[in-house]
C-alpha cells in the first residue's frame, strides 16, 4: 500500500532555503532574509526546522535562538523548496521520500542546484535511514494536495502543460501519480489562475485541502478585478467536488488579497492559500492589507486546535512565491 501523506498528519521538520548573495534576492538581501527568519522562528518554537544555507554561522547569528534549528550548507538557485523539496509518502506502513525533477517550472529559470538538494540533504544524512527514491518525472510539491488518503487536488494548467514532461494528458499524469504517489482520486481545476505566478497556477496559491472534508480556497468578490471571472468558474467547480464518502466538500473561502504591485507596475502574486500548516501551528501569509485581519479570523476558526501565526510576506511576492512556497514539511 502507498499513499502520499497530508500536510496536517505528524511531521519530522520543516525545510527551509534562505536568500543568499548569488540568488534573485541579492539586491536588497538584508530584508529578503527577514521573512525567512520569521518562517523559521514561527516554526522551531515547537518543531524542528531544516535551514540550507550558503554560510551557516552567518545564518545562525541572525537568531537570537537557534533552538530546534539545524543549519546545513548546500548550493541553490533560488529559495522555493516547497517545488523541489522531499515529497512525502507511506508505503507499507514506512515514510519514504521521493525526489521528482525539478526544471524551474517548465524551464523558465535555471534549476540545477535546486534540482540536487535532496540528493545532497539525503547523503549527508539528516534523513536518517527513512528511504529516497529519485524519480525521472517532473512535479513540484506546490502543484499537489494530498487528503493522506488517496485524494489528491491538482490543476490542469500545471500538470497537463506541455513544459512539463512534454505535455500530458489528465489521464496519463493520473496514471504517473497513481503509480509514485498511491493516488487513487483525482480533483482537477481547470480554472483560476493568480497574475504575476510563474508557476502555471499551482493548486497551492488557489486551493487546499485542509482536512479530508474540506477546501480553503480564493474567493474575488470584485467584479472589476482581473481574477473574478476565473475564481468564480474555480469556485463552482469546487462545489461539484465530493470527498471519499461521496458528500459534498466543506468549503472555507479566503479573501481576495488587494492588488499588490512592484516597481514597474506588474501585479504580485498575493493569495492567503499560500499558508502553512505545521504540527502546532497555522502560519499564513500577510500583506499589509485590510484583508490580513478577515483571513486571521478564518484560519482562527478554520483551525481552532493549532496557533494561528501570521508572517509578512510582501518581500517574497516581489520574488513570485509567498510562505508555503518557501517551506516544505518532511513526514514522520
Same mark, same amino acid.
Given at each position: 500500500?502507498?499513499?502520499?501523506?497530508?500536510?496536517?498528519?505528524? =511531521?519530522?521538520?520543516? @525545510?527551509?532555503?534562505? !536568500?543568499? &548573495?548569488?540568488? $534573485?534576492?541579492?539586491?536588497?538581501?538584508? +530584508?529578503?532574509? #527577514?521573512?525567512?527568519?520569521?518562517?523559521?522562528?514561527?516554526?522551531?518554537?515547537?518543531?524542528?526546522?531544516?535551514?540550507?544555507?550558503?554560510?551557516?554561522?552567518?545564518?545562525?547569528?541572525?537568531?537570537?535562538?537557534?533552538?530546534?534549528?539545524?543549519?546545513?550548507?548546500?548550493?541553490?538557485?533560488?529559495?522555493?523548496?516547497?517545488?523541489?523539496?522531499?515529497?512525502?509518502?507511506?508505503?507499507?506502513?514506512?515514510?519514504?521520500?521521493?525526489?521528482?525533477?525539478?526544471?524551474?517550472?517548465?524551464?523558465?529559470?535555471?534549476?540545477?542546484?535546486?534540482?540536487?538538494?535532496?540528493?545532497?540533504?539525503? =547523503?549527508?544524512?539528516? @534523513?536518517?535511514?527513512? !528511504?529516497? &527514491?529519485?524519480? $525521472?518525472?517532473?512535479?513540484?510539491?506546490? +502543484?499537489?494536495? #494530498?487528503?493522506?488518503?488517496?485524494?489528491?487536488?491538482?490543476?490542469?494548467?500545471?500538470?497537463?502543460?506541455?513544459?512539463?514532461?512534454?505535455?500530458?494528458?489528465?489521464?496519463?499524469?493520473?496514471?504517473?501519480?497513481?503509480?509514485?504517489?498511491?493516488?487513487?482520486?483525482?480533483?482537477?481545476?481547470?480554472?483560476?489562475?493568480?497574475?504575476?505566478?510563474?508557476?502555471?497556477?499551482?493548486?497551492?496559491?488557489?486551493?487546499?485541502?485542509?482536512?479530508?472534508?474540506?477546501?480553503?480556497?480564493?474567493?474575488?468578490?470584485?467584479?472589476?478585478?482581473?481574477?473574478?471571472?476565473?475564481?468564480?468558474?474555480?469556485?463552482?467547480?469546487?462545489?461539484?467536488?465530493?470527498?471519499? &464518502?461521496?458528500?459534498?466538500?466543506?468549503?472555507?473561502?479566503?479573501?481576495?488579497?488587494?492588488?499588490?504591485?512592484?516597481?514597474?507596475?506588474?501585479?504580485?502574486?498575493?493569495?492567503?492559500?499560500?499558508?502553512?500548516?505545521?504540527?502546532?501551528?497555522?502560519?499564513?501569509?500577510?500583506?499589509?492589507?485590510?484583508?490580513?485581519?478577515?483571513?486571521?479570523?478564518?484560519?482562527?476558526?478554520?483551525?481552532?486546535?493549532?496557533?494561528?501565526?501570521?508572517?509578512?510576506?510582501?518581500?517574497?511576492?516581489?520574488?513570485?512565491?509567498?510562505?508555503?512556497?518557501?517551506?516544505?514539511?518532511?513526514?514522520?
Amino acid at each position: 500500500m502507498k499513499r502520499m501523506i497530508a500536510e496536517w498528519e505528524k =511531521q519530522r521538520a520543516i @525545510l527551509l532555503s534562505f !536568500p543568499h &548573495e548569488n540568488t $534573485d534576492w541579492a539586491d536588497n538581501l538584508e +530584508s529578503a532574509l #527577514s521573512p525567512f527568519i520569521r518562517i523559521a522562528q514561527a516554526i522551531a518554537y515547537a518543531e524542528a526546522v531544516y535551514i540550507i544555507c550558503q554560510d551557516k554561522t552567518k545564518i545562525a547569528d541572525m537568531f537570537c535562538s537557534t533552538q530546534n534549528m539545524t543549519f546545513i550548507e548546500i548550493p541553490t538557485n533560488d529559495t522555493w523548496i516547497r517545488d523541489y523539496g522531499y515529497i512525502s509518502i507511506e508505503e507499507n506502513g514506512e515514510v519514504k521520500l521521493l525526489d521528482f525533477t525539478f526544471d524551474g517550472w517548465g524551464g523558465k529559470f535555471d534549476a540545477s542546484l535546486d534540482n540536487v538538494v535532496n540528493k545532497i540533504l539525503h =547523503q549527508k544524512g539528516y @534523513l536518517g535511514t527513512t !528511504p529516497l &527514491e529519485t524519480i $525521472d518525472f517532473v512535479l513540484e510539491g506546490g +502543484s499537489i494536495e #494530498s487528503d493522506g488518503e488517496g485524494t489528491i487536488l491538482t490543476t490542469s494548467e500545471c500538470l497537463c502543460n506541455p513544459n512539463r514532461n512534454g505535455g500530458l494528458t489528465k489521464v496519463e499524469v493520473e496514471e504517473r501519480l497513481k503509480q509514485y504517489l498511491g493516488a487513487e482520486r483525482f480533483l482537477w481545476l481547470d480554472h483560476g489562475y493568480l497574475a504575476g505566478d510563474d508557476t502555471d497556477s499551482h493548486v497551492d496559491t488557489l486551493a487546499r485541502l485542509v482536512n479530508k472534508d474540506t477546501i480553503m480556497y480564493v474567493k474575488c468578490e470584485d467584479e472589476n478585478d482581473e481574477h473574478y471571472e476565473a475564481l468564480k468558474a474555480m469556485e463552482a467547480q469546487l462545489q461539484t467536488f465530493t470527498t471519499n &464518502e461521496g458528500k459534498p466538500y466543506n468549503l472555507v473561502a479566503l479573501p481576495m488579497c488587494e492588488a499588490k504591485f512592484d516597481e514597474d507596475g506588474k501585479r504580485l502574486p498575493a493569495t492567503y492559500a499560500n499558508f502553512l500548516i505545521t504540527n502546532h501551528a497555522l502560519i499564513y501569509p500577510t500583506y499589509e492589507t485590510p484583508q490580513d485581519k478577515e483571513a486571521h479570523q478564518i484560519f482562527k476558526n478554520t483551525f481552532p486546535d493549532r496557533e494561528v501565526i501570521p508572517v509578512n510576506c510582501l518581500r517574497l511576492i516581489e520574488q513570485g512565491g509567498s510562505l508555503h512556497c518557501s517551506t516544505m514539511q518532511v513526514a514522520y
